[in-house]
């Protein structure tokens, strides 16, 4: 079955550690996505990538990174300098040129303990 | 950033009745997008509009994109219990090829009581 897959549903970390979160697509979609999710809020976007080994800030890209090293991953990681990181956080992806076809991962939840 | 402004921000209603919620936003938008997010999930696409003024059915929900393209309603006739979930409206400005995400309303809560 085609899809993305997000890894782990749930994550716990220290404050002050980095952590990475996975994002995988067997969709062969160009663009990816990361989005964040707080309790009453939209999603507001983190990085995108529209090809492999290129990516771009989002609206709140500080505190986080990204690589895109192969097409169908885009793992991001967040660092110890996002002040807030507990959070929703869900990966798209979208085939380009088909831009409403966005397809969502099930997501992380993030809590920082 | 562009912003849209989503309402309700929730709704308490009985089964079978109808449910209508909209965006708007103080920029235009060439395509609309209808989410559903069901608790713990990631959103699912109902409904996507592309031009000013189209009209388009999914089942019992029916969404309209603005002839201004800065808003959009969503409909849900007769409503039941799977329908609850978040309703977020999202709209893709379309620069840069639209590949630099979407603008997402704070969403809607459903909550049907039996």
């Known amino acids: 079955d085609g899809g993305i897959t997000q890894s782990p549903k749930y994550l716990f970390r220290k404050e002050g550690q980095n952590v990475t979160l996975s994002c995988e697509q067997n969709l062969n979609h160009d663009a990816m996505y990361w989005y964040r999710q707080d309790p009453g809020q939209g999603l507001r976007l983190i990085y995108y990538s529209q090809i492999v080994n290129d990516f771009q800030k989002g609206d709140i890209a500080e505190g986080y990174s990204v690589s895109r090293e192969k097409k169908e991953s885009f793992p991001l990681t967040v660092t110890s300098a996002q002040k807030n990181p507990t959070a929703f956080y869900l990966c798209a992806s979208m085939q380009s040129g ?5 397809f969502f991962g099930p997501g992380t939840r993030l809590t920082v303990l | 950033g562009q912003q849209l402004n989503q309402s309700p921000q929730s709704m308490f209603i009985q089964e079978g009745e109808d ?25 699912v696409l109902l409904i996507a509009l592309y031009k ?19 808003d ?5 006739s007769a409503s039941i219990p799977s329908d609850v979930g978040i309703y977020f409206c999202a709209g893709l400005s379309n620069s840069g090829g639209g590949a630099d995400g979407l603008t997402f309303g704070k969403g809607t809560h459903l909550i049907i009581q039996p």
């Open chain 2, 52 to 70: 000013a003024g189209e009209l388009t059915s999914n089942g019992r929900l029916t969404a309209q994109f603005g002839i201004t393209r800065k």
């Open chain 1, 98 to 102: 088909r831009a409403s076809e966005q």
């Open chain 2, 72 to 76: 959009s309603f969503l409909n849900i």
């Open chain 2, 19 to 43: 449910v209508s919620m909209n965006c708007t936003s103080s920029s235009i938008f060439n395509t609309w997008l209808w989410y559903k997010q069901d608790p713990g999930e990631g959103p």
